[in-house]
Every structure is written in C-alpha cells, then in structure tokens.
C-alpha cells in the first residue's frame, strides 16, 4: 500500500526531481516517524479491539525465523549428501 503510494508520487515528477523527492523519505527521522505511525496502526487494529491475531503473528514470525536461521545449516547437510552419494 505504501509502495504504491510512493510509485503514484513519483509518477508525476521528472527524473532530475526524484532525488529531491526521495532523499527526504530516507532521513532517520522520517522512518522513525513512519515506524511509530506503524505500530500505531498496529496497537488500534490489533490490540485495541482484543485480537487473536497478534498471537499468530508472534507464532509464525517466530517459525519463519527459525526456518530461515536454520536453513543454511540445512543446505549445507543436502550439499555434503549429495556430493558423497548418500
């Protein structure tokens, strides 16, 4: 949603205006104000109202992590059996 928002902005400027256009957005300041407006967002939409769906976030963020933390590990197990034929 923000992406889109972003590419209809800089639809409407030329290429030398875009630095100008962007540069601001990279600021600290700008993404720690966009952050807190995020979590924000959040805290009215899931905490607020009473939801499940905070638990299920925390569930399977929480198991993607572990998958990708594992996964070189993993890779390098496939690697070591197929070259030795096993």
């Known amino acids: 949603m923000a992406l889109r928002r972003f590419i209809n902005e800089?639809?409407?400027?030329?290429?030398?205006?875009?630095?100008?256009?962007?540069?601001?957005?990279?600021?600290f300041s700008y993404l720690k104000e966009s952050f807190a407006k995020g979590i924000d967002s959040y805290h009215a939409k899931y905490i607020e109202?009473?939801?499940?769906?905070p638990l299920y976030h925390v569930c399977f963020?929480?198991?993607?992590?572990?998958?990708?933390?594992?996964?070189?590990?993993?890779?390098?197990?496939l690697e070591h059996a197929q070259k030795h034929g096993h």
């Open 61 to 77: 963020g929480g198991m993607a992590f572990s998958y990708l933390v594992a996964l070189p590990e993993e890779r390098r197990h």
């Open 49 to 53: 109202t009473d939801s499940i769906m």
């Open 10 to 27: 800089l639809r409407g400027v030329t290429v030398k205006e875009v630095p100008d256009k962007v540069k601001p957005m990279l600021s």
